[in-house]
């Protein structure tokens, strides 16, 4: 590689890591320093299908650039899966550059969004150290419109909430967890969200912090392995569908919650009965290539890693209530089981070589049961380098 031949990784990361932007950027040109080019729409499954492309090389390089200068982030989603990648690098002492969008209105969704704060909160270093100097004099010229949090706060007569409501943050879980979960939660059920959010969700403002936020939350804390959740909320995002929707996503660093085969399932009694109420039925369509595995039907402790020799097993979810003879659902089941009942809503999981989506089965009928819905689950090709960290993406559907 030019000018890195005969240098550890390690030591030539570390050696640019001191240098300015600008003569960092100045060095990449000499030596070749590889680049990934992002998708104009950069949405998480365009960027997720941008580094299965990009391989083993995004942890193997010492240097990588990331050339964002054409793209458009219409969600917030996209900008967390970014800086989980980041801090991906910075945790193995290698050096990321980036380039910023071009168009003055994507960095001001941006800076709406905290990005660029969010990455020095995650990093724990400048932005200045990771922007091209041509992106940081851009970027110093980008208008940031106010926060919500200080822009409508005690405005009793607010009727609508701005779509960057709740920034991206880090919410640090390895210490007291629990307690900065609640914390976070508790913003949500201020008198200002839950009045907006009533009006959007037809009275069920206050479930999104019970029911969603602080579940997602405390799923990461309740295992044990996390030390820090990014999240973020985007208000009024257009689904595919045409009909906006609130947008909520956690990212955690902690282990993959994507099921390990050779780790045997929880242990639970034989009778499950008094717990029937929490399974419901999935429609899966599993995508493992070219073409489609053929659709199944299966319940949910067979999708969340629940049953015991079960043939699919795809993620785990934690329980942490137990009566001393069976392990309860809770976590991931609960979450999806909130999402889908409440709010009618989406949750997408992305995490070591899959993707599952798992939503209402449009095709169900007033007749057939209530709890019956579907799940698509996309798994990356053998020997793709698995996604650190698990992303958790919940939409929920807006009154027209």
């Known amino acids: 590689m030019g000018m890195a031949n005969g240098l550890s990784r390690t030591l030539y990361a570390a050696l640019l890591s001191g240098l300015p932007g600008r003569l960092v950027a100045l060095l ?91 990455i020095e909160d995650a990093l724990g270093m400048s932005i200045k150290e990771i922007l091209t100097a041509a992106s940081f004099e851009r970027l110093q010229r980008a208008k940031r419109r106010p926060a919500s949090n200080s822009a409508w706060a005690n405005t009793s007569t607010m009727q609508k909430l701005p779509f960057n409501f709740f920034p991206i943050e880090t919410v640090p879980v390895a210490d007291l967890g629990h307690i900065a979960a609640a914390n976070y939660a508790t913003r949500w059920l201020s008198s200002d969200v839950v009045s907006a959010l009533d009006q959007d969700l037809h009275g069920a403002g206050k479930q999104v912090a019970t029911h969603v936020v602080l579940e997602a939350l405390m799923y990461a804390v309740e295992r044990q392995d996390a030390s820090l959740v990014l999240t973020a909320a985007h208000h009024g ?27 045997p399932p929880p242990a639970h009694g034989n009778d499950l009965s008094t717990w029937l109420s929490f399974t419901r039925t999935y429609e899966v369509e599993v995508h493992a290539g070219k073409r489609p595995l053929p659709r199944r039907d299966i319940n949910s402790r067979e999708l969340f890693g629940l049953e015991k020799n079960s043939p699919l097993q795809v993620l785990q979810s934690i329980s942490p209530f137990t009566d001393g003879s069976e392990s309860l659902p809770g976590g991931l089941e609960v979450l999806a089981n909130s999402v889908l009942d409440v709010f009618s809503g989406e949750m997408e999981v992305v995490t070591s070589n899959l993707r599952v989506v798992i939503s209402a089965n449009p095709k169900t009928q007033a007749s057939e049961e209530l709890s019956r819905a579907r799940a698509v689950i996309e798994v990356d090709p053998e020997g793709s380098v698995a996604f650190w960290g698990n992303l958790l993406i919940l939409r929920i559907p807006l009154a027209r």
């Open 28 to 118: 990449q040109r000499n030596v070749g320093t590889p680049t990934l080019k992002i998708p104009q729409d950069a949405a998480v499954g365009q960027l997720r299908t941008s580094w299965l492309r990009l391989g083993k090389r995004w942890t193997e390089r010492p240097i990588f650039h990331l050339d964002f200068s054409d793209s458009e982030f219409h969600e917030a989603p996209g900008l967390v899966f970014v800086i989980a990648k980041l801090l991906e690098r910075k945790k193995m002492g290698l050096q990321t550059t980036i380039e910023l969008p071009k168009h003055p209105e994507v960095l001001n969704f941006l800076r709406d969004l905290r990005f660029p704060e969010a």
């Open 237 to 263: 995002v257009l689904h595919p569908s045409g009909r906006p929707q609130l947008t909520l996503m956690f990212w955690d660093d902690g282990k993959s919650i994507a099921k390990d085969s050779a780790k």
